[in-house]
């Protein structure tokens, strides 16, 4: 049912107010916005993600998901579930794991001290892989079932608290990556040029690396995997705008939160309310084999 501009106005100010609210009030404010805005956060979180980890790599094809950074959140979140933590543990579990996970890919991706394209992409799918099957495992084990809808991407269970823990964390790293603007658009110049003009590449690369790590953790301990938004959104985000991170972060939060609130409002009217983590995969999987491609590394 869609919701006209006024009326959620109308339940916005009664709910500040204090007045009584009635049925579709409290759907709106309960469940309609707090969803909306998690989809801009999380949206804001993997676009920006997405930008840095393909600076700091100079690689195209790096993003949380490919790497296997928003498994090893997964994993971690999923550890909390079960464990029973409440939402601040289970973010903090998230985070831990994944910076686990994304200096593993990492480490094994280097060969001979060189990190390519090529070995950098085998070592996440390969980590993914093993991550998605440990995860999977552990859900039969502990007949966790109903996490399973939550590990394909979600955003049925957001509220208020979700907002309070997820925003602050997300902001302060889009924040600190856009402070780094500078660096990264030197980075891709190549680590020498870089070098030569005072940017400490590794410190920079380290530090960016956390961050990003920390922004996707926050978002999946909230909605689960949702997949390729920080492939594509920096993409089409330079096609308008360039290279600049300068400006290419601010518009690929813009469009990454247009974009996930957009696949979210389809998922749940016209798709039958699946899981919009499914689209974004639908969506991804040619996007990533276009760039494949494009880059002539497996056709």
């Given at each position: 049912?869609?919701?006209?501009?006024?009326?959620?106005?109308?339940?916005?100010?009664?709910?500040?107010?204090?007045?009584?609210?009635?049925?579709?009030?409290?759907?709106?404010?309960?469940i309609r916005i707090p969803r909306v805005l998690?989809?801009?956060?999380?949206?804001?979180?993997?676009?920006?993600?997405?930008?840095?980890?393909?600076?700091?790599?100079?690689?195209?094809?790096?993003?949380?998901?490919?790497?296997?950074?928003?498994?090893?959140?997964?994993?971690?979140?999923?550890?909390?579930?079960?464990?029973?933590?409440?939402?601040?543990?289970?973010?903090?579990?998230?985070?831990?794991?994944?910076?686990?996970?994304?200096?593993?890919?990492?480490?094994?991706?280097?060969?001979?001290?060189?990190?390519?394209?090529?070995?950098?992409?085998?070592?996440?799918?390969?980590?993914?892989?093993?991550?998605?099957?440990?995860?999977?495992?552990?859900?039969?084990?502990?007949?966790?079932?109903?996490?399973?809808?939550?590990?394909?991407?979600?955003?049925?269970?957001?509220?208020?608290?979700?907002?309070?823990?997820?925003?602050?964390?997300?902001?302060?790293?889009?924040?600190?990556?856009?402070?780094?603007?500078?660096?990264?658009?030197?980075?891709?110049?190549?680590?020498?040029?870089?070098?030569?003009?005072?940017?400490?590449?590794?410190?920079?690369?380290?530090?960016?690396?956390?961050?990003?790590?920390?922004?996707?953790?926050?978002?999946?301990?909230?909605?689960?995997?949702?997949?390729?938004?920080?492939?594509?959104?920096?993409?089409?985000?330079?096609?308008?705008?360039?290279?600049?991170?300068?400006?290419?972060?601010?518009?690929?939060?813009?469009?990454?939160?247009?974009?996930?609130?957009?696949?979210?409002?389809?998922?749940?009217?016209?798709?039958?309310?699946?899981?919009?983590?499914?689209?974004?995969?639908?969506?991804?999987?040619?996007?990533?084999?276009?760039?494949?491609?494009?880059?002539?590394?497996?056709?």
């Amino acid at each position: 049912m869609p919701i006209h501009p006024r009326t959620a106005l109308s339940a916005v100010l009664d709910a500040v107010s204090g007045n009584e609210l009635d049925l579709n009030e409290k759907i709106i404010i309960n469940i309609r916005i707090p969803r909306v805005l998690m989809c801009a956060i999380v949206g804001s979180a993997l676009s920006t993600a997405g930008v840095v980890m393909q600076a700091i790599f100079r690689n195209p094809m790096a993003e949380p998901y490919v790497l296997g950074i928003s498994s090893g959140a997964g994993l971690g979140a999923i550890i909390g579930f079960i464990f029973s933590f409440n939402m601040y543990a289970v973010s903090a579990s998230a985070f831990l794991t994944s910076l686990l996970v994304v200096f593993l890919v990492y480490s094994l991706a280097r060969i001979r001290g060189v990190v390519t394209t090529e070995s950098l992409l085998l070592a996440g799918i390969a980590v993914n892989f093993f991550l998605y099957a440990l995860e999977w495992l552990m859900l039969i084990k502990t007949r966790a079932y109903l996490i399973t809808t939550w590990l394909i991407g979600c955003f049925g269970g957001v509220d208020w608290l979700s907002i309070k823990i997820s925003f602050l964390p997300v902001l302060l790293g889009v924040l600190l990556s856009l402070s780094f603007s500078k660096e990264l658009n030197a980075i891709l110049l190549g680590e020498e040029s870089a070098h030569y003009i005072g940017v400490e590449v590794k410190r920079v690369r380290n530090f960016l690396l956390i961050i990003s790590t920390l922004i996707t953790a926050v978002s999946v301990s909230f909605v689960g995997l949702i997949g390729f938004v920080g492939l594509m959104i920096p993409h089409i985000s330079r096609i308008l705008v360039g290279d600049d991170h300068r400006i290419l972060i601010p518009v690929s939060m813009m469009i990454g939160s247009i974009f996930l609130i957009w696949m979210d409002t389809l998922s749940r009217t016209v798709l039958g309310n699946i899981p919009v983590g499914i689209i974004t995969m639908l969506c991804g999987g040619p996007f990533f084999l276009y760039l494949l491609r494009r880059r002539s590394v497996l056709l």
